[in-house]
């Protein structure tokens, strides 16, 4: 299995940024993105889909930041499967552009009416009135394919950081929890070989909405299989979809086996209204 970025440095380096140049991708970049993103090979089948957009430079469509000129959906079903491998698919696509420069944002509370306008993907009209308040594609799981989260594709803008981004940034970005915090048994730390502990500590600074890092991580009883699921009964008070955040940290985790040169098996399947990751070298 090769990765065409560097695995660790990337992952390290990724913040989501929230302050954009109003100016497009060079067009070499984006046409090597798009390359990417037609070539994105996983060992699991899905259904996800990475569709282009652009917008204007307006805040209309992530309310809180001018929305750069290019733009990324990713689109799915919303069933708990297809979500959670949004994620594992969306951050491939989201580390491969940060290695090639650009900045990124995950964004689940975007404007949908405003992502409509601008991408329209909604099969009925009705849809429309799904979506959370008005942000995001709905509440729970709901009809037809959506996007899930999009993300803008463009340069950050250093400058242009109002006083409560640099606050926020500070607060909520890079903060993380250490592995130990994240093992649904504690004692099982002992037992991890130091490549398990590399992948696992590249897993933790999986980005997740609100930096809520609702992860943890179980093994079998020869801790060569890694289980990624968040706590039965989770609930996030302003996210609707943990399960999206589920497979972008299983995505990191995957990486970090391959990085130590792993050729890692991977599954998803559903328990208890959660998807539940399992990877084993
Ligand atoms: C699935 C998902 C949805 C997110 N949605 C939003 C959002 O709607 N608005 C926002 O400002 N940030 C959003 N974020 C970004 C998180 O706040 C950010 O990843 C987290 O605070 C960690 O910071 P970092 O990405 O810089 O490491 C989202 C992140 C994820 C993974």
């Known amino acids: 299995m090769t990765i065409s970025f560097q695995i660790k440095s990337t992952i390290d380096s990724r913040r989501s940024v929230r302050s954009y140049k109003m100016t497009g991708v060079e067009k070499d970049v984006m046409d090597e993105i798009k390359d990417y993103a037609k070539s994105i090979y996983v060992p699991f089948d899905h259904n996800v889909e990475i569709k282009f957009f652009k917008s204007n430079q307006t805040k209309a469509l992530y309310t809180i930041m001018k929305s750069p000129p290019d733009n990324v959906a990713f689109m799915a079903e919303t069933d708990i499967i297809s979500i959670s491998k949004v994620g594992f698919i969306g951050e491939l696509l989201i580390l491969f552009a940060v290695s090639k420069g650009l900045s990124t944002c995950w964004y689940g509370h975007y404007k949908l009416s405003e992502l ?20 995001g594609y709905a509440k729970g799981v709901t009809t037809g394919r959506r996007a899930i989260c999009i993300s803008p594709l463009g340069y950050h803008e250093s ?3 109002r006083l409560i981004d640099r606050f926020q940034n500070k607060q909520i970005s890079f903060k993380r929890k250490e592995i130990k915090e994240l093992l649904v048994n ?3 730390y002992e037992k991890l070989s130091d490549d398990v502990i590399y992948a696992l500590d590249l897993g933790r600074k999986a980005p997740s909405a609100g930096n ?17 699921a968040m706590p039965e009964g989770y609930r ?9 955040d589920i497979g972008i940290c299983a995505c990191h985790i995957w990486l970090g086996l391959i990085d130590k040169g792993y050729n890692p098996k991977i599954t998803v399947h559903e328990e208890s209204n959660r998807a539940v990751w399992r990877i084993s070298i």
């Open 116 to 135: 409509e306008r601008l991408m329209p993907h909604l099969q009925t009209p009705e849809q429309i009135k799904e979506s959370n308040m008005g942000y």
């Open 159 to 161: 400058g242009g950081l």
């Open 186 to 188: 504690p004692d099982d």
């Open 212 to 228: 809520a890092q609702m992860w943890r991580f179980a093994f079998d009883e020869t801790y060569r299989t890694i289980n990624v």
């Open 236 to 244: 996030h008070l302003k996210w609707e979809h943990p399960n999206v």
